[in-house]
């Protein structure tokens, strides 16, 4: 290999290495060096997510339960849904819930560029506001799956990038019991919980099984004494 072409291919290797690198975080344990990235917040409390929507069935469902439970959520929404389901978007902010940018298409970010990663928040964001009436502050990449692009994206953009300390994973529409075992299993004082209001990106219906799991989660937090909060209330007082 001569030198011009070794040289061309250790510069190549390094930009996809900075491309890739913030992905790693994706993985649980290797993100727990950021606490602010992985949503630690307050204590006495844990933050209360939900990714994919708005969905025409799935969110009025979760909406339905939250306010049986009397729960405030952060909504991460996806630009195109919002542009499929205007009316659903309005809804949740009508009941009170924070509104984040969960991308435009739920597309990984690995396999964009850093131009089209831009792209596809900027539009995000910019029919979210005009749709919702809202001024999201927060960003969350399909999958959990920063780039650099991404990071540099949202700082541009001016929204703060967050991920979640536990999940249930509700997209594979187990059984609610099976869901709330993950959630516990992950979750402590000061978490954020990642769930889905939408089966846009997973199993049909799973959303149901997200309903069914928030009282049964009711009833864990109660016997922790832990409050359920939004973002805007779980980490920007942390």
């Not at 993100?31 to 929507?53: A, K, N, V, Y």
Request: hydrophobic share 40%; aromatic share 6%.
């Amino acid at each position: 290999m001569s030198a011009p072409t070794m040289t061309t291919a250790v510069a190549g290797a390094a930009a996809g290495l900075w491309h890739a690198a913030p992905a790693l975080t994706s993985i649980g344990p290797l993100r727990r060096p950021f606490p602010r990235l992985s949503g630690q917040g307050r204590p006495s409390g844990i933050g209360l997510t939900f990714d994919d929507g708005p969905d025409p069935l799935g969110t009025p469902a979760v909406l339905a339960e939250l306010d049986r439970l009397g729960w405030t959520a952060t909504f991460f929404m996806l630009g195109s849904q919002v542009r499929a389901h205007p009316d659903v978007a309005r809804s949740v902010v009508a009941a009170g819930h924070e509104i984040a940018v969960h991308g435009d298409l739920h597309r990984v970010h690995l396999l964009r560029t850093a131009a089209q990663v831009r792209a596809d928040l900027a539009r995000a964001l910019g029919d979210i506001r005009a749709l919702t009436g809202t001024d999201p502050r927060w960003f969350r990449p399909p999958y959990g799956v920063f780039t650099s692009g991404s990071l540099t994206a949202a700082r541009t953009l001016g929204l703060t990038p967050v991920l979640w300390t536990a999940w249930g994973r509700d997209w594979q529409k187990a059984n609610p019991g099976w869901v709330l075992d993950n959630v516990m299993s992950g979750l402590a004082d000061g978490g954020t919980l990642l769930l889905h209001d939408s089966d846009c990106t997973s199993t049909p219906r799973s959303w149901r099984t997200t309903a069914r799991t928030l009282p049964l989660l009711a009833e864990r937090l109660d016997e922790q004494g832990l409050q359920v909060r939004p973002l805007r209330d779980h980490l920007t007082a942390a």
